[in-house]
C-alpha cells in the first residue's frame, strides 16, 4: 500500500454529466499529481498541484480543473463529460515536486 | 511530440523462461522509470535511472539506461508467475518540465505456470 487513498473506486455517468475525483496524499507529501490512463494506454499527465497551486499541466483542454486543500487531498473535477473520458484516473503524491511518485489505485470512470 | 515506445506490447511466457522488454525515445530523458502495474492497482515505481549506461539490478530484474539515455531495456531472468502485470516505462525528457513524467503504453506479462 502506498499510502494515497482515491474515491470513488468505480463509477458511471452519462455524457454531459459533470465529476468530481479525490485523492488523499500520503502522510507528508505536499505535492499531488493526476493522470488519465485509458484502457491499453499508459497514464497521461493531467496537471500536478504543489502547495495549493497548479503547477504544471499537460494537454488537457480546460474542462479537467482540480483543487488541492490546505492538507493536501486534492480533487479532479471533469465538466461536460464525453465518451473518450472513460478511463482510470490515477493520482499519485510525493514529497517534491520532482519526487518519488507514490500511486492511488484509482478511480475507474465510465462515460455513457 | 515526445513519443515513448515500448516493445512488444504483449508477452507470454512459461515460469522460469528469461524475457527482455524495451523502451525507445528518439528524444533524451534526463531520467528514467520502470514501473509495474497489477489489474485495479496503480502502478508501483520499480528503479530509476539517470545516467547513460547504468545498470540497476533488482533480484531477477535488471536495468538498463541506453548510453544515450533514449533507450532503456528490463531483463527479466528465471521468471515467476508473480511477475505477470504491466511493465510501464516512463520518462521525464532533457529540457522538458521535470514534474511531468511522459509513459510508454506499456508491456503486458503474463508468466505462465
Known amino acids: 500500500e502506498t499510502g494515497v487513498t482515491q474515491s470513488p473506486t468505480h463509477l458511471i455517468k452519462t455524457r454531459g454529466q459533470q465529476v468530481t475525483l479525490r485523492c488523499s496524499s500520503q502522510?507528508?507529501?505536499?505535492?499531488v499529481s493526476w493522470y488519465q490512463q485509458a484502457l491499453g494506454q499508459g497514464p497521461q499527465f493531467i496537471f500536478q498541484?504543489?502547495?495549493?497551486?497548479?503547477?504544471g499541466r499537460g494537454n488537457f483542454p480546460p474542462r479537467f480543473s482540480g483543487l488541492q486543500f490546505p492538507n493536501y487531498s486534492s480533487e479532479l473535477n471533469v465538466n461536460a463529460l464525453e465518451l473518450d473520458d472513460s478511463a482510470l484516473y490515477l493520482c499519485?503524491?510525493?514529497?517534491?515536486?520532482?519526487?518519488?511518485?507514490?500511486f492511488g489505485e484509482g478511480s475507474r470512470l465510465t462515460v455513457l | 511530440t515526445q513519443l515513448l515506445e515500448q516493445s512488444p506490447q504483449f508477452l507470454s511466457i512459461q515460469e522460469g523462461e528469461n524475457l527482455t522488454v524495451y523502451c525507445n525515445s528518439s528524444s533524451v530523458f534526463s531520467s528514467l522509470q520502470w514501473y509495474r502495474q497489477e489489474p485495479g492497482e496503480g502502478p508501483v515505481l520499480l528503479v530509476t535511472v539517470v545516467t547513460g549506461g547504468e545498470v540497476k539490478k533488482l533480484k531477477r530484474l535488471t536495468f538498463q539506461f541506453g548510453d544515450a539515455r533514449k533507450d532503456s531495456s528490463l531483463h527479466i531472468t528465471a521468471a515467476q508467475t508473480g511477475d505477470t502485470g504491466l511493465y510501464l516505462c516512463?520518462?521525464?525528457?532533457?529540457?522538458?518540465?521535470?514534474?511531468?513524467?511522459?509513459f510508454g503504453k506499456g508491456t503486458l506479462l503474463t508468466v505462465n505456470p
Open positions: 498541484y504543489y502547495r495549493e497551486e497548479e503547477n
Open positions: 499519485a503524491s510525493s514529497l517534491l515536486v520532482t519526487g518519488e511518485l507514490f
Open positions: 502522510s507528508g507529501h505536499n505535492t
Open positions: 516512463a520518462g521525464v525528457y532533457s529540457g522538458g518540465s521535470n514534474y511531468k513524467l511522459t
